[in-house]
């Protein structure tokens, strides 16, 4: 029995990809196909990926060609599998050409002709050119999320507000876009909005722009009280919108898996987390301002409390904190959350410099994720017996936010109105802790 493989994405099931699995099944008896794992593309820069793996998988199945569909999660898995499944016949489409000669070492190669004038690059583009993005504020977090954007195929962004027209001229001309300064105006040129203007701002924003009928992606801290989270949610499902924080962290490929390694049990029961993030800012900064609330809690809070609430979940039974204040604003403050199985901390910093790690200890082993731990490409996850402990490397491309705005589009595109990677109850969560301590409620000074 004569057995071929062939590997791919087959992302939006084409014609190319049927004609494809149909001539390397006629090269033999039995057809194996490798279809990539999600975390496998966007670790190899293939961040548009419409379908998810079991969509992509079931698409190939329904094909009728395959004989076996396996799933590609590594680089080098080919040679491998070719051994593991005693592969007679290795066949890829032509636009590969040359580039898997190395594998003629195992089995016979061929490149089998590529069908003309289609791909799931050229259908996701044809249908994701129309959302156009439109980017409310135009500070230094939007500026960085521009080129990201362009990172992610088929997004488009068209344009910014400000009420400050040289503000919102210069960042235009800067990005070659169109500029607004009345929300009315803006809101009809576009089909998604990205909400990144101080923090007092969002909820307002982000309401206007649902009860406008538009996708909202907003900036960390979503809102600074819990009530207001709950209401943009409630309206987001009513008027059938994808709403989702711009957490960046909880998007990035290993933050990812450090959360399903720990759910897995590979440290045992998780009896402590301890997140610290810590960034310096000098005067004049709106981080700095009490009147744009400003401080290392608002500022810092989303990402590290994300990370203890992903992991320890939101039942906490206490918790209190500890700030220095410098004009009105915590330049440093610590954070407790007990839970009743575990306890939580963190230390945030705008004035006060930490090391931004991440620990999370079990009852058989821990995990570190070195400083900047939001910007995770690397841990280690640590036992007694240190023969076993495991490093895990993952990309983390440019700014990070390519991450988040790929989860946001897919979203979009499939309909999909919930992610698990930040669920609207997390959400909520880390709003309330945010309130709780604005609020004063078991604040101490020091
Ligand atoms: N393929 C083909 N003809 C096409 C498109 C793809 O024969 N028009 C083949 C590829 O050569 C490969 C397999 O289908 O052997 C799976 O390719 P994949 O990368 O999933 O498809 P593309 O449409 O090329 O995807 P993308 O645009 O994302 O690169």
Redesign the pocket.
């Known amino acids: 029995m004569k057995r071929v493989i ?7 099931l ?4 049927i ?3 149909r ?2 099944k006629e090269l033999g008896d039995y057809l194996i196909v490798g279809v ?1 794992s999600d975390s496998f593309d966007v670790g190899r820069g ?1 961040m ?2 419409r379908n998810n793996v079991l969509e992509r998988i079931e698409a190939v199945k329904a094909t009728g060609y395959a004989d076996e569909v396996i799933i590609e999660d590594y680089l080098g898995q080919k040679i491998d599998d070719i051994q593991k499944y005693d592969v007679d016949i290795f ?6 050409e040359g580039k898997f000669d190395y594998l003629k070492e195992y089995c016979q190669v061929v490149y ?13 583009e044809e249908s994701q050119n129309n959302y156009r993005i439109g980017i409310i504020g135009s500070g230094r977090i939007a500026n960085r999320f521009v080129p990201e954007a362009k990172m992610v ?1 088929g997004t488009q962004i068209t344009s910014v507000l400000n009420p400050d027209p040289l503000q919102a001229e210069s960042f235009a001309k800067a990005h070659d876009i169109e500029y607004y300064t009345d929300f009315d105006d803006f809101i009809k040129t576009v089909d998604t909005v990205y909400i990144a203007t101080p923090h007092l701002t969002h909820y307002d924003y982000a309401k206007r722009s649902l009860l406008a009928g538009k996708h909202v992606l907003c900036e960390i801290p979503f809102t600074l009280k819990k009530n207001e989270a709950l209401e943009l949610y409630s309206l987001a499902e009513k008027q059938n919108l994808v709403l989702l924080e711009a957490s960046k962290t909880a998007y990035c490929p290993a933050f990812g898996h450090i959360i399903t390694l720990v759910k897995s049990g590979i440290i045992g029961d998780v009896v402590d987390v301890k997140a610290s993030l810590s960034k310096m800012v000098a005067p004049p900064i709106r981080e700095l301002d009490a009147s744009q609330a400003g401080g290392a809690m608002t500022e810092h809070a989303p990402l590290t409390v994300m990370a203890i609430v992903k992991l320890l979940g939101t039942n906490w039974h206490d918790m209190n904190f500890h700030s220095r204040m410098e004009n009105g604003v915590d330049v440093y403050t610590q954070g407790v959350i007990n839970y009743p199985h575990a306890t939580s901390s963190f230390t945030l910093g705008i004035g006060v410099k930490t090391e931004g790690n991440l620990v999370i200890s079990g009852t058989k082993g821990y995990i570190y994720v070195p400083a900047p731990w939001w910007l995770t490409d690397f841990f280690e996850v640590r036992y007694e017996d240190q023969t076993k402990n495991r490093k895990y490397f993952y990309s983390y491309d440019g700014e990070g936010l390519r991450y988040e705005i790929q989860e946001f589009l897919s979203m979009i595109v499939n309909n999909r109105r919930y992610c698990y990677k930040l669920r609207h109850h997390e959400s909520v969560a880390i709003a309330e802790i945010i309130e709780k301590y604005r609020n004063k409620e078991n604040v101490t000074v020091i």
């Open positions: 062939t590997y791919g994405t087959f992302d939006l084409h014609q190319g990809h004609n494809l699995l001539r390397a990539t293939k548009n990926v066949a890829i489409g032509s636009d590969w089998l002709p590529r069908t003309e004038g289609i791909s799931s690059t050229m259908l996701r195929n």
